[in-house]
């Protein structure tokens, strides 16, 4: 029997990776706390769940997270330092 987790948070996003995983981006609460959750979720035959493959981060972080982004664009645009 296939076991299914439902999305325990606020979903934002979904990023297919693939046939059998995507990236789940959401707002969790733990303690009282919220936080932002991005992990990688699997979908086969016999299970449809979070993995432990993924990362929480204090809602407090969203800046430094989305400055990390910009640079990732940067990058990927050629525009950032080391580019190969």
């Known amino acids: 029997m296939r076991k299914e987790i439902e999305y325990d948070g606020t979903l934002i996003a979904e990023i297919i990776k693939n046939d059998k995983a995507k990236l789940m981006i959401g707002i969790k609460e733990f303690?009282?706390?919220?936080?932002?959750?991005?992990?990688?979720?699997?979908?086969?035959?016999?299970?449809?769940?979070?993995?432990?493959?993924?990362?929480?981060?204090?809602?407090?972080?969203?800046?430094?997270?989305?400055?990390?982004?910009?640079?990732?664009?940067?990058?990927?645009?050629g525009e950032g330092k080391n580019n190969e």
Do not use: N
């Open 31 to 77: 303690h009282g706390r919220a936080f932002i959750d991005m992990r990688e979720w699997v979908d086969d035959s016999d299970y449809l769940g979070p993995t432990k493959k993924g990362v929480t981060l204090m809602v407090g972080k969203f800046e430094d997270l989305k400055s990390a982004i910009k640079q990732l664009e940067k990058h990927l645009k």
